[in-house]
């Protein structure tokens, strides 16, 4: 059982930046492919970056590709994701997933385990 628990949201305005962390506990972080989703109001959760358990590759969806960079330190058992030049339509509750596997995974379905949210707000 993994337990991940993500912090690091709030409000900023259009251009600004936030970094999100996602800590892991309960098992080997390092086994773990990682990723992160997002949710905005009355919409679906979607992909928006993942990393793999050695952090030698990584997947992002083309509307945050160059501008967010996610990224892991498996000493601290810690997943981040930088983001950068925040735009409204980024606004949403940012979920970390984890699953014990190779590869990058992309998929809502291919996660097994979940954090509870962080909240991000971009205001125009």
């Known amino acids: 059982q993994v337990q991940v628990v993500e912090s690091g949201g709030g409000l900023v305005q259009t251009g600004g930046s936030l970094r999100l962390s996602c800590v892991a506990s309960?098992?080997?972080?390092?086994?773990?492919?990682m990723g992160w989703f997002r949710q905005g109001t009355g919409m679906e959760r979607e992909f928006v970056a993942a990393i793999t358990w050695s952090a030698g590759a990584t997947y992002y969806a083309d509307s945050v590709k160059g501008r967010f960079t996610i990224s892991r330190d498996n000493a601290k058992n810690t997943l981040y994701l930088q983001m950068n030049s925040l735009k409204p339509d980024d606004t949403g509750v940012y979920y970390c997933a984890a699953k014990e596997a190779f590869g990058v995974l992309r998929r809502y379905h291919d996660y097994d385990y979940w954090g509870q949210g962080t909240q991000v707000t971009v205001s125009s």
């Open positions: 309960g098992r080997t972080f390092s086994m773990y492919a």
